[in-house]
């Protein structure tokens, strides 16, 4: 079955760096787009960096742009997620999901499965 385990996560000081990953199996990596999504306290989820299947296009929601680059491997199944000039607002739990080139990524809520995620802390 698909497994998506995220890891990385962590407290850091404002202005820090982390890289997260996410590990997959049960699905052709390779054939799907892949996000990072957070979800923070009392705020809704949202999609913060997104990558076509084969890696060739990226986006980003505005507040992360210039600081947070999503990458893949597609020999490791594995996507990454560098985070740098952390701010108190990207305090959250991360998570990955995969999703068709064609169709988009998708609203939180429509997604069947989700891994644990991995909680970052950006805080003095």
């Known amino acids: 079955q698909v497994q998506l385990v995220e890891s990385g996560g962590g407290l850091v000081q404002p202005g820090g760096s982390l890289r997260l990953s996410c590990a997959t199996s049960?699905?052709?990596?390779?054939?799907?787009?892949m996000g990072w999504y957070r979800q923070a306290p009392r705020k809704e989820c949202e999609l913060v960096a997104a990558i076509t299947s084969a890696g060739g296009s990226t986006n980003y929601t505005d507040s992360v742009k210039g600081r947070f680059t999503i990458s893949r491997d597609n020999a490791k199944n594995t996507v990454y997620l560098q985070m740098n000039s952390l701010k108190p607002e990207d305090t959250a739990v991360y998570y990955c999901?995969?999703?068709?080139?064609?169709?988009?990524?998708?609203?939180?809520?429509?997604?069947?499965?989700w891994g644990q995620g991995t909680r970052v802390t950006v805080s003095s």
């Open positions: 049960g699905f052709t990596f390779s054939s799907y787009a």
């Open positions: 999901n995969a999703y068709s080139d064609y169709e988009g990524p998708r609203p939180c809520y429509e997604y069947d499965y």
